[in-house]
């Protein structure tokens, strides 16, 4: 079982940056970051391997968001910058124990509780 803790959610203007942080209680082969807007499914945003062998985007946030991670502190970090209102959306964490399919939600094994991300026009 891994658990996982998201925080830095929050409520912010168009143009702004939030950085969200999701903290493992262990290391799996990959990890990743969805979001599900109110009325919409869960899509996929980001996610990266901890081996550091790849980082992976949705064409919607790739150049304005950046997945990064610390291997010893078992987190991942989703750094979120020129943020638009269509970002607005719960970020939740998940943790995928093969990574064969990462930007695929149901290849996920484990997601944490999800944090708010507003973001005003």
């Known amino acids: 079982q891994v658990q996982l803790v998201e925080s830095g959610g929050g409520l912010v203007q168009a143009g702004g940056s939030l950085r969200l942080s999701c903290a493992a209680s262990?290391?799996?082969?990959?990890m990743g970051w969805f979001r599900q807007a109110p009325g919409k499914g869960r899509e996929f945003v980001a996610a990266?391997?901890?081996?550091?062998?790849?980082?992976y985007y949705s064409d919607s946030v790739k150049g304005r968001f950046t997945i990064s991670r610390d291997n010893v502190k078992n987190v991942v970090y989703l750094q979120m910058n020129s943020l638009k209102p269509e970002d607005t959306a719960v970020y939740y964490c998940?943790?995928?124990?093969?990574?064969?399919?990462?930007?695929?939600?149901?290849?996920?094994?484990?997601w944490g509780q999800g944090t708010q991300v507003t973001v005003s026009s």
């Open positions: 998940g943790a995928d124990r093969l990574g064969l399919r990462v930007g695929v939600r149901s290849e996920y094994d484990y």
């Open positions: 262990a290391s799996v082969v990959a």
């Open positions: 990266i391997t901890w081996s550091g062998s790849g980082t």
